[in-house]
C-alpha cells in the first residue's frame, strides 16, 4: 500500500527556527516542545499505549519517592534544562533526589535530574536512543531509562554512569527485576510495563520490600492524627 507524502509527515514532529529567549516568550504552560540548537522541536500527540506506560511509571516511582521522601518525580510537560547554553527537553519522567532539589525552580529544573525515562514513540526513536542518550550522559544524568511499549516492540533499555562518565547498559526487558542506584531500594519487573493497563500499581508497589511498612505506618499516623483532632474537638 502506498502511504501518501501528507501521511508521512504527519508521523514528524514539527520544527521552527528561533531563540532560546524567543522559544521562553512562545512556549505556553500546555506546548510539548523541545529547544535544540536554536530549532523548536513540536511533538506529536502521543499515542495511547505511550500515555498508559507513562501514567503507570509515574504513579509507582511517586508512591515510592513519597513513601520514603527520596525527592520529587516529574512529568512532561516541563522543562530540563541540562547546561547553560544547551537544549531544552521535556523528558517524559524524572526524577530528583532530595540533595538535589536546590535545582528544581517554579518554572524549570536546571541542571541534570538524577533519573530520567524516555517512553519511545514512531516520531521520538532516534531522538531518545541517539540525541537524549549524548545529551543526558554528559549532562551527568545518572540513570537512563527508555522504555519502547509499542506493539511488537516491547524493549526496555537501562543504563547509569560508569566510573568513566559512560553508560552502560545494566539491564533490559530480558530481566526479571531491574534495580535501581538512584532510588535505594526500588525496583522494577520489566513485564509490568507490557501490563501497564491492566496490573494495579498498588499492588505491584507492595511487592517492594519496605513499602507495605511504609504504608501500614503512614495510616497508622494519619489514624493517631485523626483521633488526636477528635479527642481535642471532645473537650472542646
Same mark, same amino acid.
Given at each position: 500500500?502506498?502511504?501518501?507524502?501528507?501521511?508521512?509527515?504527519?508521523?514528524?514532529?514539527?520544527?521552527?527556527?528561533?531563540?532560546?529567549?524567543?522559544?521562553?516568550?512562545?512556549?505556553?504552560?500546555?506546548?510539548?516542545?523541545?529547544?535544540? %540548537? +536554536?530549532?523548536?522541536?513540536?511533538?506529536?500527540?502521543?499515542?495511547?499505549?505511550?500515555?498508559?506506560?507513562?501514567?503507570?511509571?509515574?504513579? @509507582?516511582? +511517586?508512591?515510592?519517592?513519597?513513601?520514603?521522601?527520596?525527592?520529587?518525580? /516529574?512529568?512532561?510537560? #516541563?522543562?530540563?534544562?541540562?547546561? &547553560?547554553?544547551?537544549?531544552?527537553?521535556?523528558?517524559?519522567?524524572? #526524577?530528583?533526589?532530595? %540533595?538535589?532539589? $536546590?535545582?528544581?525552580?517554579? $518554572?524549570?529544573?536546571?541542571?541534570?535530574?538524577? @533519573?530520567?525515562?524516555?517512553?519511545?514513540?514512531?516520531?521520538?526513536?532516534?531522538?531518545?536512543?541517539?540525541?537524549?542518550?549524548?545529551?543526558?550522559? %554528559?549532562?551527568?544524568?545518572?540513570?537512563?531509562?527508555?522504555?519502547? &511499549?509499542?506493539? /511488537?516492540?516491547?524493549?526496555?533499555?537501562?543504563?547509569?554512569?560508569?566510573?568513566? +562518565? =559512560?553508560?552502560?547498559?545494566?539491564?533490559?526487558?530480558?530481566?526479571?527485576?531491574? &534495580?535501581? =542506584?538512584?532510588?535505594? /531500594?526500588?525496583?522494577?519487573?520489566?513485564?509490568?510495563?507490557?501490563?501497564?493497563?491492566?496490573?494495579?500499581? @498498588?499492588?505491584?508497589? @507492595?511487592?517492594?520490600? +519496605?513499602?507495605?511498612?511504609?504504608?501500614? =505506618?503512614?495510616?497508622?499516623?494519619?489514624?493517631?492524627?485523626?483521633?488526636?483532632?477528635?479527642?481535642?474537638?471532645?473537650?472542646?
Amino acid at each position: 500500500m502506498t502511504v501518501s507524502s501528507a501521511t508521512k509527515m504527519e508521523t514528524k514532529p514539527a520544527r521552527l527556527k528561533m531563540s532560546y529567549e524567543e522559544f521562553l516568550e512562545w512556549a505556553g504552560e500546555d506546548t510539548h516542545a523541545e529547544w535544540v %540548537e +536554536g530549532e523548536v522541536i513540536i511533538h506529536m500527540p502521543p499515542k495511547n499505549i505511550h500515555q498508559v506506560t507513562l501514567s503507570f511509571l509515574h504513579r @509507582l516511582l +511517586g508512591l515510592f519517592v513519597e513513601l520514603f521522601n527520596l525527592g520529587k518525580v /516529574g512529568i512532561a510537560p #516541563f522543562e530540563v534544562k541540562l547546561k &547553560p547554553g544547551g537544549s531544552s527537553r521535556e523528558p517524559d519522567i524524572f #526524577f530528583i533526589a532530595t %540533595e538535589n532539589l $536546590d535545582r528544581l525552580t517554579e $518554572d524549570r529544573l536546571v541542571g541534570p535530574a538524577d @533519573l530520567i525515562i524516555e517512553i519511545v514513540s514512531s516520531d521520538s526513536i532516534r531522538r531518545d536512543r541517539h540525541d537524549k542518550f549524548k545529551e543526558y550522559c %554528559e549532562a551527568g544524568v545518572r540513570e537512563y531509562w527508555i522504555i519502547d &511499549p509499542r506493539p /511488537g516492540k516491547q524493549r526496555a533499555d537501562f543504563f547509569r554512569l560508569d566510573e568513566a +562518565g =559512560q553508560y552502560e547498559l545494566y539491564a533490559t526487558e530480558d530481566d526479571e527485576c531491574v &534495580p535501581s =542506584q538512584v532510588l535505594p /531500594g526500588f525496583w522494577l519487573r520489566p513485564a509490568w510495563l507490557w501490563q501497564a493497563d491492566t496490573v494495579n500499581v @498498588l499492588t505491584c508497589s @507492595l511487592e517492594i520490600e +519496605g513499602v507495605a511498612a511504609a504504608l501500614l =505506618q503512614q495510616i497508622e499516623q494519619v489514624s493517631q492524627s485523626r483521633q488526636g483532632d477528635e479527642e481535642a474537638t471532645t473537650q472542646e
